[in-house]
């Protein structure tokens, strides 16, 4: 019985057999099947309940995935009829939900106060309000190139022959010659090997940032960075410690700190890092760089420095802090810097070495996913650079208005000024008893601080000085700042002009801090 039940099965098995064998050789005619066959018997030799799991779930989604996703009632026995008036009645009660909250009086008021310039901008801009010249002390023209008839020229030309946008991403069809000449002239400029240029000046740092920084490496930054390095910290979700404030014994305490967790917890050497600014936005503080760069190379961690203030400022020819202190620019891994500010053009750049460059050409998201900047603003980089390599003096004339605008309102009751003796930025505050600008829990009315500093600038601007208050994400950014006035000094304005315009501020100032007593 047992032989002939065997005999008849045999035909069944040997078609079994054959037909395992043609499905088994097709599979691994299919490209990649060798991995998946290695995979699952791994994975099946390692836990054989995962492999039965697994199996379930395919199944699943190719249930899933066959099945009808929406199940309609052809029949609309299940819908509610309405007559055309319903309708008409049910349209008309319709009230849209808002977009976003409404502005608060104080809101709208901040919002209309906001001068608009008539004609390009300068030192001498006209409001388009009033139609009156002010002095101007609001906008980023350090050194006065905003309005350069010789870069404008340039910028003309540029226009006639590439036309004004680029169509497209740097890594495809976006980039052409100006754009590398402005790489190279920016590289050249500072001493470094490689620049990369990119279109946005907020997105340049919070770029550079992610594309070297990943999670599980360190990241040491200074409480009071700017808001565009905060979100490029959030966004390469690596471990932050922070340390005071332009504070660098509570920097070295901080990698010290850092090196004896890893220790007690025996964690493996990460990739680390310190973030700061060179000259903080923030409040005009400047960086002692040598001291920066000895604790970067005693405890082995990269750099990244963001001059966005100080280049284009700083030094015999605005190079930076890197020329002011006679550090090599080689000894800073990232050296991030505004073409918009320093250059009065548009977009950002980093600037280090050729791998560091490199990399980011096809990991810094801004680079790859943003169009690149118009050729125009590129060729005004450039000749900006001329123009700074040839004429020295100009940052002489901006060290010069700086004191000019200190010496006169450091006169002032009732007010404190801020940051470093020759940043190009002055904020001041209201004088309180605690001066501190960023303070975890502030002692202030922030509000009330707000609406008299605003009182200073609208009386400033009637009076021939536009001006601006220092303006914060509020509730976004990681540290809240005292309220400020922003002070923009330039080279275009003569010391005459400057310190006629402080004189103003001053008078402005005293008359509404008086009214408040």
């Known amino acids: 019985m047992d032989s002939s039940t065997s005999v008849a099965l045999e035909p069944v098995l040997s078609f079994l057999a054959f037909s395992l064998s043609k499905l088994e050789s097709g599979f691994y005619r299919i490209p990649g099947s060798a991995v998946v066959a290695r995979y699952v018997k791994s994975s099946h030799q390692n836990d054989p309940g995962r492999t039965i799991l697994e199996l379930i779930l395919v199944i699943f989604a190719i249930r899933t995935l066959l099945q009808s996703r929406t199940r309609t009632d052809r029949s609309g026995k299940h819908f509610i009829k309405f007559s055309e008036k319903e309708i008409d009645e049910l349209v008309d009660e319709w009230v849209p939900e808002p977009l976003a909250q409404p502005l608060t009086e104080w809101e709208q008021r901040d919002l209309s106060s906001v001068p608009v310039i008539s004609g390009p901008n300068g030192p001498k801009p006209k409001l388009l309000a009033t139609g009156k010249i002010v002095t101007n002390l609001a906008s980023f023209n350090f050194a006065g190139l905003a309005g350069n008839e010789k870069v404008k020229e340039r910028a003309l030309e540029t226009l006639q022959k590439y036309g004004l946008g680029s169509c497209g991403p740097p890594g495809f069809y976006g980039t052409i010659d100006v754009h590398l000449d402005l790489e190279r002239d920016i590289a050249e400029f500072l001493g470094t090997e490689a620049s990369i240029l990119y279109s946005q000046g907020f997105s340049t740092i919070s770029s550079v940032i992610p594309a070297f920084c990943k999670r599980g490496d360190i990241i040491v930054a200074d409480r009071s960075v700017n808001f565009a390095i905060q979100k490029g910290i959030l966004i390469s979700r690596s471990t932050v410690r922070w340390f005071d404030h332009n504070d660098l014994k509570s920097l070295e ?67 930076g802090l890197t020329e002011l202190y006679n550090v090599p620019a080689s000894q800073i891994d990232m050296l991030v810097g505004s073409v918009a500010n320093g250059l009065c053009s548009a977009g950002g750049f980093c600037a280090g070495s050729s791998i560091v460059v490199d990399h980011q050409r096809i990991n810094g998201t801004s680079f790859v996913f943003s169009a690149s900047m118009p050729a ?32 006169v309102l450091e006169k002032t009751e009732g007010i404190t000024l801020l940051g470093h003796r020759a940043s190009p930025i002055i904020h001041f505050c209201l004088r309180t008893q605690q001066q501190s600008l960023a303070v975890t829990q502030p002692t202030y009315d922030y509000e009330a601080e707000e609406r008299i500093l605003q009182d200073i600038v609208d009386d400033s601007i009637a009076n021939g000085v ?52």
Do not use: C, W
Request: aromatic share 4%.
């Open 376 to 407: 125009l603003l590129a060729t005004s980089g450039s000749e900006a650079i001329t123009f700074l390599r040839n004429n020295p003096s100009v940052l002489l004339n901006l060290q010069d208005n700086i004191r000019a605008i200190r010496a």
């Open 466 to 517: 536009l001006l601006t208050r220092a303006k914060h994400l509020r509730g976004q950014e990681m540290v809240e700042s005292r309220p400020t006035i922003r002070i923009a000094a330039t080279a275009a304005l003569s010391r005459k002009e400057v310190e006629k315009a402080a004189g103003v501020v001053k008078a402005s100032a005293t008359r509404i801090l008086s009214k408040r007593r």
């Open 253 to 319: 305490d901080t990698l010290i700190s850092v090196e004896k967790e890893r220790k007690k917890r025996k964690g493996p050497l990460t990739r680390r890092f310190i973030i700061t600014e060179g000259i903080f936005e923030r409040d005009g503080e400047m960086v002692d760089l040598p001291k920066l760069v000895e604790l970067k190379l005693k405890y082995k961690y990269r750099l990244i420095l963001d001059e966005s203030i100080s280049f284009g400022t700083m030094g015999r020819t605005g190079r």
